[in-house]
């Protein structure tokens, strides 16, 4: 029986609507056809209604404009609180579409249906309910986004400045263990240098060995004729 309430609304609405298309050039409809249009939102905005309060909203999901009007309706119920009921509106012209707009009342908040039409084929364009705020309640919605944008923008900054610190952090302790390896390096360089420095001389079997080279290079059998004092690595 609802979905037939709905479909009625919308018929009506199709009807008033073919009035229309013989003042199409000069964009003008009388007050009569006008109630008349007015008459059928409101039909279709109570219609809507009936369908979200018996829960078959789903049942339109093959009609995008219409499934697309009554999750409208349901979200802004969230602020209108209970629906009152639908009186009054106004209907403009402008060019191949008609648009409807019907005056709604909650409980919290009252509400604007705006339900466009093509105004040839009188075809549903889209339906949309629109919740009526206070000056004062913009301003806060309006103070309490930028307060959010300010304050994302404020935390990604501080994200990019932990970071660039981070990298400040990565470079100084890379630099210090490099500095910690320094002293190594220069213990293994000084221990290098004495070794190389170091005098062999004081090793007898080494000197022994190399006198006795001496001795066999100069043809001499013992080796009397000279003393080995000091024993150097040559560097090649």
Do not use: W
């Amino acid at each position: 029986m609802r979905k037939i309430l709905a479909i009625i609304g919308m018929l009506t609405c199709m009807i008033a609507l073919s009035a229309c298309g013989t003042n199409e050039e000069t964009q003008q409809i009388s007050d009569a056809e006008k109630q008349q249009l007015i008459t059928a939102g409101e039909s279709n905005v109570n219609a809507l209604y009936q369908v979200i309060s018996s829960g078959t909203v789903d049942q339109y999901k093959n009609n995008a404009v219409i499934y697309d009007g009554l999750n409208s309706f349901q979200s802004a119920l969230e602020d209108m609180g209970n629906y009152i009921g639908a009186s009054g509106g106004t209907v403009k012209v402008d060019g191949e579409e008609t648009v409807i707009s019907i005056n709604m009342s909650g409980t919290d908040h009252n509400a604007v249906a705006e339900m466009v039409i093509n105004s040839e084929t009188t075809d549903f364009i889209s339906i949309a309910v629109n919740v009526t705020y206070t000056l004062g309640e913009q301003m806060e919605k309006a103070a309490l986004n930028t307060v959010l944008g300010m304050g994302t923008v404020f935390i990604v900054l501080i994200l990019i400045s932990l970071i660039i610190s981070a990298f400040g952090l990565i470079s100084k302790v890379s630099s210090s263990d490099k500095k910690a390896g320094e002293p190594e390096k220069k213990e293994d360089k000084v221990v290098a240098q004495i070794i190389e420095k170091e005098e062999l001389s004081d090793d007898l079997e080494l000197v022994a060995v190399i006198s006795a080279a001496i001795a066999a290079y100069e043809g001499s059998g013992s080796t009397d004729g000279f003393v080995v004092r000091s024993i150097r690595k040559a560097r090649r």
